[in-house]
C-alpha cells in the first residue's frame, strides 16, 4: 500500500478530495481501491476497464503491471490553489516523461478528467502510475530487516543520482516518498514540488515537510518565483532519511514534534548544538549521514548524490562486510592505547596523524574529513570544552572558548570515569583530559574528551576538588 500523506500546506482538514468507490470509472481505468490521500490528492490502485483502452498493445501493456491512479481534483478550490495543483501535475509529467530511470516511479499516462455528471470530480488532474508494493515508511513502522537497509539507502542515492545528472531536484525527499516495488526494488515518488535547475540552482513554491528540509530553507527569501532550492536541499534530506532507516525510524534531531525537530536542525545550522546521531547507526552509515547532514549549504555542496554513491559503490566492492576499520599505528601503539588507563573505553594514538603532541600536552582532532583540511577556523568546525566531566556534554556544559582540530592544548590531569562520549567515527570514551586555558574571561581550566585526540600522553588522575 503506498500512503499520500500532506506536505503541511494543504486546502484544509475539511477539503480531502471525494472518495471514489470501488468500480468507479475514470478514463480507462476502473477503481479498485483507495490506498492513499493527501490534502490535495487521492491515490487509487486501479485496472483497465473492460472493453477500454486506446490500442490493443496498450490495453495489453497496462494489465502487464497494476497501476495507481493520482487524482488532483481541481473543482470548488481558489485560483491559487487550483494553479498549484497544475503545476505541481505539470511537473510531475515533464520529469516523468523526461528523466525516466528503474529508480523513480514510472508516469505511464496523464490526463485532464472530463465528468460532467460528478461535479467535484470534473477538470481533475489525473496521472497514471507503476503501482508499488509499499513506502519505506511503512516498512520503517513494522521494522526494516537489517540485511535490506544497504540496499534500500543505496536505492535511493541511485534515484537522487539520477534526478541530479537530469537537472532535477526533488525537493521533498522522506520515507513516504520511498516506494518498494514487489520484487523489493526502490523507486522514489512523488514528483509534485520538484523544481528544474536553470543553473546551480530552481525556485519551489514555499512548501515541504519540516522534518525534512535543510537549515537555510528557513532563512531563504521568498521571491515572485517561490524559495531557491539546491541539490544540497536533498542531501540533508537523504541524510535524514538514512538515518531513519539505520535508526528504526528515529530522527537525528531531538523532539516530540516536527516543529520541535525543525528548531532543533536550526539550532545545529547555527552552530549552538552538536549533531547527535543515533549510536545504531554502522560506523560507515555514520560518515555518510554526517556529511549529507553538514549544517550549510556550502559545506554539504561538496557531497553530491554521484559522489556518495561512489563511496557506497567502493565499500560494496571491498565484500559484504565493508572495508575493515583500520587500527590506527603500530600493534605495539595500540595494545598501549588499549591499557592507557582503567574504565577508559578508547585511548588513541597519534600514528598516521601528523607529529604527536610533546609531553604534557594534546592535539586537538576532528574526524569530520572537511574540517581536518579547513585553515579558516570555520565555527561550524569547532568543537567545545566541557566544564564539567561528570555531568552530559550539552550546551549548558561546555566554555565559550572553542577549539578546532590540530590546536594543541596544555594538559596536566586525567579523568577515566566522565561522562561517556561517541565521536564521529563511532569511538567511545569515558577517558577526559584537563586543559589549561589562557583567556581571562573564561574559566582557567576545561576538559577535553579523549575522543578529540589522537595523542595518550602519560598524566597523573586529577584529584577529586574537595583534595585539591
Known sequence: MTPLHARGATPGGDDLPERLPPGRRVGEWEVVEQIGTGGWSTVYAARPAAGRGRTPSARRSREAAPVALKIMPTAGLAPLQARR????????????????????????DSFA?????HPPLDGAMVLVMERAAGSLRELLDTGAAEAD?????????????????????????????????????????????????????GYAP???????????????????????????????????????????????????TPIARSAAAQEYGAGRAPLRLDPAVPPFWRGIIADCL????ASRAPHT?????????????????????????????????????????????????????????????NAERGCQERTDRDRHCSLGLAIDPHRP??????????VWHGDLLTADCVVDDGQPIVDEEDLRSTRWFRVRLSRASVPSEAWLPAVRTRDSPALPPCRPPAAR
Open 85 to 108: 495543483i497544475a503545476e505541481s501535475a505539470r511537473r510531475e509529467v515533464a520529469l516523468g516523461r523526461g528523466a525516466g530511470h528503474p529508480r523513480l516511479i514510472g508516469l505511464l
Open 113 to 117: 478528467l472530463s465528468a460532467p455528471d
Open 149 to 201: 537497509r544497504d540496499r534500500i539507502a543505496e536505492g535511493i542515492c541511485e534515484g537522487l543520482a539520477h534526478l541530479h545528472r537530469e537537472g532535477w531536484v526533488h525537493a521533498d525527499l522522506k520515507p513516504e516518498n520511498v516506494l518498494l516495488a514487489g520484487d523489493g526494488s526502490v523507486k522514489l515518488s512523488d514528483f509534485g514540488l520538484a523544481t528544474e535547475l536553470s543553473g546551480t540552482h
Open 206 to 256: 514555499p512548501l515541504g515537510t519540516l522534518d525534512y528540509l535543510p537549515p537555510e530553507r528557513h532563512r531563504a527569501p521568498l521571491g515572485e518565483l517561490g524559495v531557491q532550492v539546491r541539490t544540497s536541499a536533498d542531501i540533508w534530506a537523504l541524510g535524514i532519511v538514512l538515518h531513519e532507516l539505520f535508526a528504526s525510524g528515529a530522527s537525528p534531531f531531538p523532539g516530540a
Open 294 to 297: 553538514a549544517p550549510a549549504h
Open 305 to 365: 548524490a554521484e559522489s556518495l554513491l561512489a563511496r557506497i559503490a567502493a565499500r560494496r566492492s571491498e565484500g559484504p562486510g565493508g572495508p575493515p576499520r583500520r587500527l590506527r599505528g603500530t600493534r605495539a601503539a595500540v595494545l598501549a592505547a588499549a591499557l592507557c588507563g582503567t574504565g577508559a573505553v578508547l585511548c588513541a594514538d597519534t600514528a598516521g596523524h601528523g607529529p604527536g603532541a610533546p609531553a604534557g600536552t594534546v592535539r586537538v582532532f
Open 393 to 402: 556534554y550539552t550546551a549548558e556544559n561546555v566554555v565559550r572558548t572553542r
